[in-house]
C-alpha cells in the first residue's frame, strides 16, 4: 500500500509542492538499513560508556 502511494504522481507532486525528498524503502532495503544503522548506533552507544 505504501510503496503505491509513494510511487503515485499525486505524491510526487506534494513532494515536489513541499520541497519533500522520498525515503521509501521497501522491506529488504529497510532491513538492510536497519542492520547497518544499529550497529553504527551500537558502537557509538559503547564508545560513549
Known amino acids: 500500500v505504501i510503496k503505491r502511494m509513494v510511487e503515485s504522481d499525486s505524491w510526487k507532486g506534494i513532494l ?3 520541497g519533500g525528498e522520498s525515503f521509501y524503502k521497501g522491506s ?3 532491513r538492510v538499513f536497519l542492520e547497518e544503522s544499529s550497529g ?3 558502537g557509538m552507544v559503547r564508545v560513549g560508556n
Open 28 to 30: 529488504g532495503e529497510s
Open 16 to 18: 515536489r509542492e513541499r
Open 40 to 42: 553504527w548506533y551500537g
